[in-house]
């Protein structure tokens, strides 16, 4: 029986042998650079000398979790690395959506494709660059956002010296290069939608108020509800290279988040072990997000990712 159902395995592997061929080479990568260096989180539980390799250094058990939880500085790291997030999920998040209906109450087809290509080119811009362009705008000495305020009367603001101004700073950045990048997802799922709905609405006299709340946003629903399972899956990974290009001494106390500390403690001064179970801890918290949002939307009766 399991003889014959194998058999029937491989024959269906080989018709479609194309298909499979042309999996390997991303199925590859994922298992080269996704799984094998999961191998590596043994040092988490170990005190890593890389003159005595993983296998060789000695076990510590859970001492560097305890480490890093009794550590002062985790708490901080906690309350930035949250604020960050939920300030995007809050702000950032539903800015996609937003600017994706916008774009698809557009009629005229050559006008959307100039605004479409308009709003997509800040994603190719790199963060060096969307760095720089800050420090242009918000320098307090000759920035151009102050200088106009000045010529207007008003005080300078420090928004990149300021640690209350910090959050917002990079939330604002985060909308202004990834807004338009992230409408590609739900314009791709406004065009399945069937026109014939549209036009029958009209029909029955609904204006566009009215299509758009019973028409496009049901059907963008549950690509919404999976982004946003994914997003929260992801809350505590704030970005890297971002936040390091615009911390400095004087708005630290807001800018140290999970990322940051533990490129500091892991790659500056050498604490291989203690990094790898600060990463851990974010990896196991970001799994147990996932599935806990996605077992919400189940439940609520949605389809989830899984």
């Known amino acids: 029986m399991n003889s014959s159902k194998d058999r029937k395995l491989l024959a269906y592997v080989w018709r479609h042998k194309g298909l499979y061929l042309m999996l390997l080479p991303g199925l590859l990568y994922f298992i080269m650079f996704r799984y094998v260096p999961m191998a590596g989180l043994v040092i988490a539980f170990k005190n890593y000398s890389p003159f005595q390799g993983i296998w060789g250094s000695p076990w510590v058990g859970f001492d560097n979790f305890k480490q890093f939880f009794s550590n002062q500085d985790f708490l901080i790291l906690l309350r930035n690395t949250l604020g960050i997030s939920l300030t995007q999920l809050v702000l950032y998040f539903p800015a996609p959506i937003i600017l994706s209906l916008l774009l698809n109450e557009i009629r005229h087809n050559w006008y959307k494709r100039l605004v479409q290509t308009f709003i997509y080119i800040p994603h190719f811009v790199s963060w060096v660059i969307v760095a720089s362009l800050s420090y242009q705008l918000f320098n307090t000495n000759d920035g151009l956002i102050n200088m106009l305020i000045k010529m207007m009367g008003g005080s300078a ?96 106390a807001y800018a140290e988040v999970f990322d940051t500390f533990i490129y500091t403690r892991g790659i500056q001064n050498a604490q291989y072990s203690f990094s790898t179970a600060a990463g851990m801890f974010k990896s196991i918290v970001g799994m147990i997000m996932v599935l806990g949002a996605n077992w919400t939307a189940k439940k609520a009766g949605e389809s989830g990712i899984y």
């Not at 566009?208 to 019973?214: D, G, N, P, S």
């Open 157 to 252: 603001i420090p928004i990149l010296s300021s640690a209350k101004h910090f959050w917002g700073l990079i939330v604002g950045q985060d909308i202004w290069k990834e807004t338009g990048y992230g409408t590609i997802i739900y314009l791709a799922a406004l065009a399945g939608v069937d026109q014939e709905m549209y036009e029958a609405a009209r029909v029955d006299g609904a204006g566009r108020w009215q299509m758009m709340w019973h028409i496009t946003l049901p059907a963008i629903k549950s690509t919404v509800i999976i982004m946003l399972i994914l997003r929260v899956g992801s809350i505590l990974n704030t970005g890297y290279e971002q936040i390091f290009l615009m911390r400095n001494d004087l708005n630290v």
